[in-house]
């Protein structure tokens, strides 16, 4: 017996802005006795498959951590395997991303990036611009202390171009200088696949109030049932944003 794929309204409170931390790639492999590099290569088909999983649930956002500002401290084979298959994967999924009216866009210093990925990202994320469908933003050379120092400097600069004036800087003008821009939903819910309780500076100023889940899935095995399971685990958590009810909304929201 084929069971139906589970609807939207199967889950009474979907998170609008999903942030994940793929991890576990490697040690998926090791496991295997295979080399890391085909950790990455399975991990790139659950990318994909969660990516078209969120699109079909309405998810709003989807924000992956494909390579942090830190992980080009791995040996050099490994970190050029990961830009060329990151090329590879934006020159397949173009396509489906389209197909699939999902916008790309990406976070991090994006400008330290080899070239072809540089040109084949901004290539999809121009191509890609008008669809109004799941918002896929790729974390690439992204570290969440860089990214908030990047904002500082540019609210200094609005500052010296006399556009913004110190008391006028709060939480919510600050946050318009983040990587994703104004008017982008904080993640609701932070997953990290491959078991390990920490947040390897991803999003360190966005996740204030997201509801964290670790699996100890790892991201080569992680597939729309996990995703399921965790967003029923979601639906019954309880966010008080430090009010007393499940009405209270974050500071500075609506
Ligand atoms: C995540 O898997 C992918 C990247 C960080 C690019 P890892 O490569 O970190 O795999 P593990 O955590 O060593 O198993
Ligand atoms: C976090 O995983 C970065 C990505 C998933 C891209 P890492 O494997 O780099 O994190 P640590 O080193 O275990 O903290
Ligand atoms: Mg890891």
Same mark, same amino acid.
């Given at each position: 017996?084929?069971?139906?794929?589970?609807?939207?309204?199967?889950?009474?409170?979907?998170?609008?802005?999903?942030?994940?931390?793929?991890?576990? !790639?490697?040690?998926? $492999?090791?496991?295997?006795?295979?080399?890391?590099?085909?950790?990455?290569?399975?991990?790139?088909?659950?990318?994909?498959?969660?990516?078209?999983?969120?699109?079909?649930?309405?998810?709003?956002?989807?924000?992956?951590? $494909?390579?942090?500002?830190?992980?080009?401290?791995?040996? #050099?084979?490994?970190?050029?395997?990961?830009?060329?298959?990151?090329?590879?994967?934006?020159?397949?999924?173009?396509?489906?991303?389209?197909?699939?009216?999902?916008?790309?866009?990406?976070?991090? +210093?994006?400008?330290?990036?080899?070239?072809?990925?540089? #040109?084949?990202?901004?290539?999809?994320?121009?191509?890609?611009?008008?669809?109004?469908?799941?918002?896929?933003?790729?974390?690439?050379?992204? &570290?969440?202390?860089?990214?908030?120092?990047?904002?500082?400097? +540019?609210?200094?600069?609005? &500052?010296?171009?006399?556009?913004? +004036?110190?008391?006028?800087?709060?939480?919510?003008?600050?946050?318009?200088?983040?990587? $994703? &821009?104004?008017?982008?939903?904080?993640?609701?819910?932070?997953?990290?696949? &491959?078991?390990?309780?920490?947040?390897? !500076?991803?999003?360190?100023?966005?996740?204030?109030?997201?509801?964290?889940?670790?699996?100890?899935?790892?991201?080569?095995?992680?597939?729309?049932?996990?995703?399921?399971?965790?967003?029923?685990?979601?639906?019954? #958590?309880?966010? +008080?944003?430090?009010?007393?009810?499940?009405?209270?909304?974050?500071?500075?929201?609506?």
């Amino acid at each position: 017996m084929t069971r139906r794929a589970p609807a939207p309204e199967d889950f009474p409170n979907l998170p609008r802005h999903i942030a994940i931390i793929m991890d576990g !790639n490697g040690r998926w $492999a090791a496991a295997r006795g295979r080399p890391r590099t085909y950790g990455h290569r399975v991990g790139a088909r659950s990318t994909r498959l969660i990516t078209e999983e969120c699109a079909r649930l309405g998810i709003e956002r989807l924000t992956l951590y $494909a390579f942090s500002a830190e992980n080009w401290k791995r040996p #050099r084979e490994e970190v050029d395997f990961l830009m060329s298959l990151l090329s590879r994967y934006l020159v397949r999924e173009r396509k489906t991303l389209l197909e699939n009216n999902i916008r790309l866009e990406a976070i991090g +210093r994006l400008e330290t990036l080899p070239a072809p990925v540089r #040109r084949r990202l901004e290539d999809v994320i121009a191509a890609s611009r008008p669809n109004d469908g799941l918002s896929l933003c790729m974390a690439l050379n992204y &570290g969440g202390r860089a990214e908030i120092i990047d904002a500082a400097r +540019r609210a200094m600069q609005a &500052g010296l171009e006399g556009a913004l +004036r110190p008391e006028e800087l709060d939480e919510a003008r600050f946050a318009e200088f983040l990587y $994703a &821009g104004p008017g982008v939903p904080d993640p609701d819910l932070l997953i990290r696949t &491959g078991g390990d309780f920490r947040v390897s !500076n991803f999003l360190l100023w966005e996740i204030s109030y997201a509801e964290i889940v670790v699996t100890d899935v790892p991201w080569p095995q992680f597939r729309a049932p996990e995703l399921h399971r965790i967003l029923r685990e979601y639906g019954r #958590r309880e966010r +008080r944003f430090g009010g007393l009810g499940p009405a209270s909304a974050p500071t500075g929201s609506p």
